[in-house]
C-alpha cells in the first residue's frame, strides 16, 4: 500500500490502534498528515465513517500541537468538536492540516482541516492539555 502514498510522506511511529487502521503519515515539509482510506473505515452508507476521520484529527492535533512546541510536552485530548462538511469516499487520500492556535501554560488551543484533494471535507477544533516535562 505503500506505493500509493503520494511523495513526500513518510510513515510515522504512532500507536497500535493508529497502526492497525492502516498507519498515518506525515509530510515533513508541510506537516499534513494523510491516511489511505481502506474498506474497513466504512460506515453504513458506505462512505468514511465518521470516526475514523475523529481519529485522524485527535493524532494529527496531538502530534502537530507536540512537534510545534518543541519543548518535550505532552499533550492529551480535551474536548474536540468535528464538523463534517462532506462525505469521504472509500479509498481516498485523506489529508489533516493541523494548527496550533494558542498554547498557554497548561492549555492549547488548535484547529484542523481535513481534505480529500482540494475538497474541504471537515473542520475540527481541540482544546489539549499541556503537561510540561519534570525538570
Not at 506537516?31 to 462512505?47: K, Y
Not at 462532506?86 to 501554560?105: F, I, K, N, Q, Y
Not at 481534505?115 to 471535507?121: A, D, P, R
Amino acid at each position: 500500500m505503500a506505493d500509493d502514498v503520494p511523495p513526500g510522506f513518510a510513515l510515522i511511529e504512532t500507536s497500535a490502534f493508529i497502526q492497525h487502521l492502516g498507519g498515518l503519515y506525515r509530510h515533513p515539509e508541510t506537516g499534513v498528515f494523510g491516511m489511505r482510506t481502506l474498506p474497513e473505515h466504512a460506515n453504513a452508507h458506505l462512505n468514511v465513517h465518521g470516526g475514523f476521520l475523529a481519529t485522524l484529527v485527535d493524532v494529527a492535533v496531538s502530534r502537530g500541537t507536540r512537534l510545534t512546541l518543541g519543548d518535550g510536552s505532552m499533550v492529551s485530548t480535551v474536548t474536540m468538536t468535528l464538523n463534517h462538511l462532506e462525505p469521504v469516499p472509500m479509498g481516498s487520500w485523506v489529508e489533516a492540516r493541523p494548527s496550533l492556535d494558542r498554547a498557554g501554560s497548561r492549555t492549547v488551543f488548535t484547529s484542523c482541516e481535513v481534505s480529500v484533494g482540494e475538497l474541504l471535507v471537515a473542520r475540527a477544533t481541540a482544546v489539549l492539555a499541556r503537561h510540561r516535562p519534570k525538570s
